[in-house]
């Protein structure tokens, strides 16, 4: 990488090891960037600190930082990351460390110059989000057998609008499909009795970090 490149800078709220508490990559000890800033407001969002602040980072400083870390796994988060216009060029930096990197994603922002060998988490929002109309449809196009779409999930009408989306757009054709309850809001054993009467072929998780750490940052 050019050292034009390692000079970019991002803006960066936290960067940490910990258990992945989603996605496939469940209970796998990586490294997180949370990247500062989002424009979407979801009203279940549990990283509002990460909306403002945070630290001007440079691309050389961040990969110093994760690794130091060791850990083969890393996962770029928000916020919404692709909101900074320099989040490719960590992406790809990472990459070609030789990491395995995820990105987790609003699903609001293009998704198409990601870098291929990411996999892509993409959120599609629902009506009690708050945030359905930012939904970028055009994204389901980019999919890859590597990717995953998640749906955060607050109520059963939620439920039955993202089983009307998985019909509408054979989403599960495409990519693992995770739902999630939204913590608090939907009993997980509600959610796992409405995929299994309705033989869905989703994966429900649940947010192991919550589990073991409650809502504290940096784990």
Known sequence: MSSTLLTATLR?????LSLQGESSRVGLPTVFIRLTGCPLRCGYCDTEYAFTGGETMTLELILKQVADLHARYVCVTGGEPLAQKNCHAL???L?????????????????????????RIVDI?????????????????ALTPSDEVKFVLCDEADYQWAKQVLAEHHVTEKCPVLFSPVHGQIEPGHLADWILRDRLPVRMQVQLHKILWSVERGR
């Open 95 to 119: 990459c070609d460390a030789g990491y395995s990197v995820s990105l987790e994603t609003s699903g609001a922002l293009d998704i198409g110059e990601v870098d291929a060998r990411v996999s």
């Open 12 to 16: 960066v709220t936290e960067i940490f």
């Open 91 to 93: 992406l790809t930096a």
């Open 125 to 141: 929002k629902t009506p009690a989000s708050g945030e359905v109309e930012k939904n970028r449809w055009e994204n389901l196009a």
